[in-house]
């Protein structure tokens, strides 16, 4: 993946560096978890979102700055996206700003991205993951739980609670597939096991080998995620299955 990096003679600081500066002076919650690797700044707020897997990401790449904010959280996209329709549009990876505009510089980037912040807080929306996680919790942590049960609470909430263990295994050009057994899914969702200990390698692929991925899980997954990283320019691919 193409990265782009600039540093102020005044500051020293790279473009990245700089970003970041201007989020942590109006979020001082806010947290790194990318920066200075590639072209893409990855910051967590626990205040906008206290799910592990979001963050405000910037996109430095050929001189430009493009913003998004990442989750997989399809009420809250909705939520924002249907709310704020003049200012948000609704992205394959969470929310971006309306028409996915480019900055030239860090000033304008940096204001566009503190708006953007500011839209997605308007009316103080908040993710319900923790409630959801604690109903689920008292409502089954055997197998009885339903696959309709699990398959929703995946929906909203699977990618915020597997995403630090399965960033350990991407790596630059390779598709990665883990799987998960259904027992030990359960007690992760249910927030008595850690979903790092319970998630094993199935394969290890070229970067867009979608034939080797059908071999693996089968076509019709295999053609959902050709789909689903088409446009992303993704420079790892990590996919988790549940056997």
């Not at 940096?110 to 604690?134: H, K, M, P």
């Not at 009885?144 to 699977?158: L, R, T, V």
Request: proline content about 2%; hydrophobic content about 40%; overall charge negative.
């Amino acid at each position: 993946m193409a990265s782009y990096q600039s540093t102020s003679a005044n500051s020293g600081l790279t473009l990245q560096e700089q970003l970041f500066a201007a989020i942590k002076q109006a979020f001082p919650d806010a947290e790194v978890k990318k920066i200075n690797k590639d072209n893409f700044l990855d910051i967590y707020l626990p205040s906008v979102s206290k799910g592990k897997g979001t963050h405000l990401f910037f996109n430095t790449v050929k001189g430009t700055i493009k913003i998004g904010y990442y989750t997989r959280d399809d009420a809250f996209i909705k939520q924002v996206s249907s709310r704020a329709t003049q200012q948000i549009d609704a992205a394959s990876n969470g929310l971006r700003i309306a028409g996915n505009p480019k900055f030239d510089n860090k000033e304008a980037a940096a204001e566009a991205a503190l708006e953007f912040l500011a839209a997605i807080l308007q009316d103080n929306i908040v993710q319900s993951q923790a409630n959801d996680a604690q109903a689920l919790d008292s409502s089954s942590t055997s197998l009885e739980i339903s696959q309709e049960e699990m398959d929703s609470f995946i929906a909203e909430h699977g990618v915020d609670l597997f995403a630090g263990a399965l960033e350990n295994y991407l790596v630059d050009d390779e598709l990665i597939v883990l799987i998960i057994e259904k027992e030990d899914l359960i007690a992760v969702l249910a927030g008595t096991a850690d979903a790092g200990d319970c998630i094993q390698p199935l394969g290890t692929l070229g970067l867009n080998d979608w034939t080797g991925l059908a071999a693996l899980v089968g076509k019709k997954e295999a053609n959902w995620a050709k789909k689903e990283f088409k446009e992303e320019n993704a420079s790892g691919i990590v996919l988790l299955y549940c056997d």
